[in-house]
Structure formats: C-alpha cells, structure tokens
C-alpha cells in the first residue's frame, strides 16, 4: 500500500460522512488570491476555519483574512515566517496591539492541516480573546507560543471595518505581497460569532487521532461572513452562503482541484530534491530544471510511494522532451538523496526505470545498458505509466497507445511490459520495496519542464476525463482495469 508522509491526512484512511469534493490551487509564482470590500461588521468577535496543504517551506507566505485601513497604517494579518512558524498580528500605529507566533513549524507538504483562529475579545479571561486551533486541538496546549500579547478586552481588531478590502492568499498591500503557496479548502470566515475548532471538525470513531471535516451550512455566519467550497470551477470565489463573492486574481478553472482533506492526493516532494535551483509551482504538480546543471542528476519523486497493488499517473515535458526521463524508483538513497557525486539521477544508482525522451529507450541502473521499447516522445506528450506491483511489472503509454504492444491487466503473462522485455527486475536486490513516481533531466546544458497528473489536479486542462476504478482521480487517458490513482482514500483498497 501507499506510504505516505506522516501528519493529518484526516479521513484518507478513516471513513466520514462528510466528504469535501474540491479544494484551490494558489501558486505563489502567480501571486494568486481571493479579496472582497466588506460592510461594517464584528471587529470583536469571529471565526477563521480552513484546511491548508502546504507546498513550499521557507518564505513568507500570508493565508488568514488580512485587511488595513485606506492608509495601510494599521492592519491585521497572519502568515508562515521564513522559520514556518505561524505569526498572527493586529497592528495600530505605534505598535502591536495582538499577537501570537508559534513555537511549532509547519513542516509537512504531504498533509493537510485544519486551522481555526477564534476571537472574542469581550471575554473576561485574556486568553480566550484569541486562540488557535491546529487540527482539533488548542495549540496553545501543544506547542505553545514563543511570542504572544493577547488583545485587550473588548478590543477592535482591524478586521470587518465598512468599505476595506478583505484578502485571502496575500497580504494588504498594493503589490500583494507574500502570496500564499499551497491548496486551501473548506474556507469559512465567521462574523459575529467565535466558534471552537470542534465547529467545523471531529476526531475519528475509529481512529481517534485523525481529525476530519464536517458539513458548516448550519452556522451562522453574520453580516460578512462567507464560505468557500470551490466546486465551481468557473468561480472559485463564490459565497455558497449566498454573500457576496470574492474576486479572484491569477487564479483559473485548472486550479480546481480534488486533492482534499477527505482524499489527499501525490504530489511532488519539495523536501526531495538535489539541486536549490530546481524549483516547483502549480502545487507542487510543475517542476522545472535549472538551464544549467551538473551532469544528469536533477531527479523529482512523488509523496507518496507504493509498496504493493496498481497504481497510475499521467506526466509531459513541456520544454525540452527530448531530455526527459520519467519513470519510477525505489529506493532514494545514495546519490539521489544529496552525495556530492552528481554523475547519476533515479534511473542509474537509484534503482529506477526510466522511459526516455530522446529515443524512448528504458534506462534502468548504472550497470545495465538503455532497452529499445517504444517511440520517442516530445513537447507536451502525455506518458501514461501503470505500475502493477503485484506482479512486479511496469508499462508506458505514449498519448494513449501502450508501449511495445503493452497490456497493463495482463497479470502474471506481463504482456510488453519492461521488466518482461529485458529490464532489471522490479524486487531485484538492492530494492527497499518502497516505489515513487520520478521524473529527471538527462542533459546538463538543457531545462526541461514536467507536469504532473497524479489524479487531484492538473497544471493543464484535461480535454477528456476519467477516473480509476474507485472513482478517484480526473485524467486525460482511460485508467486500465484494476489500477489507481495515487491518493489516500485508495490506502487499503482491493490494489494495496
């Protein structure tokens, strides 16, 4: 079954009866975001719920409500510190009025967190005017603060003042600085009213540490309150509570997506990578090669690995194909994890299997020589892999067409698969049992760029559609009989 990496993955292995069907895609290249002027509303009292999956760690990036005064002089906001520690602040000229940073960092890109932020400065306890939530749990019971000044009582925060924007994704200046980088789902702003954590969660009967979400349309949510499902592609700011709608900037119908709370899907690693210069956007589904680099080892894995059962993905080059290597790995060791020997990426001494662009020729080790299989492949071709474990047997397909006379439900027979046409095989020695989705680029002096499409969301449109056997996952080529899509809610289903 999948391994994936530890945190809440709320209900992926849990079942629910509230399932979240799409989630927002912000990439921060785009400098994506959400905003809406708002009426006069509760500036002591509301609530702020959502779910966020992080995709880049180390830079500032904004995602609570912020909003300032026509001057910018005075102003709230919350963001992730370079450190990725979460810093929440109300400023009033000459200084901070509420405050809190955590002494947590969050760290993970393979989760989802759920993050509540709850004011009520009537209160005659200081440190129930504000409190955090980091999924169910208080956080000042967790990790606790290294820094805080609760607000003062009946304190107005510089929040739901009549005419000032509202952003969701960056910060209150004019240049939208610190824009957020990630998915977000299940956005909920509350006004008027400060809600626990257990409002818009619950832990699991069955598996009492994982926290999931649940339906919010009962709540109530005041004179600018909003809440955000984006299950309109069309309109990802739409108020399914019937307000007002945000408006979106840089952001499209692809970046809708079904990577959720309820089903979180692969990405690429962001933590797994050689070289600084790689860098990934899109949400982690667009990784680009430097335009120089040394010899061949700039190599991206999944997040998620399998170690038994079928599994399925979807990539393209979209610069420089013919550099391309995509195929999978197991094991990321050695000099795929950082050795200053840069000689080989995750097809050579990563024990990988790689379909190459130039001559569609399967490399696989440093040992064995490259395998006529199939055509070559250029810009913006769709490869298809199907990884069947439970034979220890792999297959591409070029836009559509199985490779080598490939046939993915061919069982045991392995019809055109790599490992029954010459390839090392899958469990050979030296294999920890643990395969990824890898991509790299095989020439030095060239920048290649991949897209991803393991089944929650695409850097591109999809043109046709379709999902696994179990429903999960949006792609452009029919999934084969008895292979799926590469997310949590798959864990222990009938393909491992």
Known sequence: MPLIIPGNVASATASTGYEVANSCRFNDGDTAYLHKATAAGDRQKWTYSVWIKRCTLGTNQTWTPVQADSANANAMSGYFETDDQFNLYDYNAPGVSAQIITNRKFRDIGAWYHFVIAVDTTQG???????????????????GYGSETMPAQNYNFNLNENGENFYIGCNYTSSAGTPFDGYMAEVV?????????????????????????????????????????????????????GGTDLTEVALAATDQATDTPTNNFATWNSLLKYNSTMSLAEGNLKGTTPSTHEAYYQSFFSSIGMTAGKWYAEFKVTANADAGFIGISNNMEGDIRGSTDSAYNFAYLGQGWAYYGNDGDIFHTNTDASMDYGDSYANNDIISIALDLDNMELYFAKNGTWQNSGDPTSGASKTGGVVAEGAKALNAAGSNGVFFFCVADYDRDKQCVFEANFGGGSVSAISSGNADGNGYGNFEYAVPSGYLALCTKNLGSDGG
């Open 189 to 241: 702003f509350i006004d008027g009213t400060q809600y626990a954590a257990s409002d818009f969660g619950e832990f699991d009967e069955d598996s009492p540490t994982i926290w999931k979400p649940k339906d919010v349309s009962e709540l109530t949510f005041g004179t600018n309150g909003f809440y955000l499902d984006f299950e309109d592609s069309s309109n990802l700011g739409n108020d399914v509570n």
């Open 125 to 143: 306890t200081a440190n129930n005017r504000l409190r955090f939530y980091v999924n169910g749990v208080d956080e000042r019971n967790v990790g």
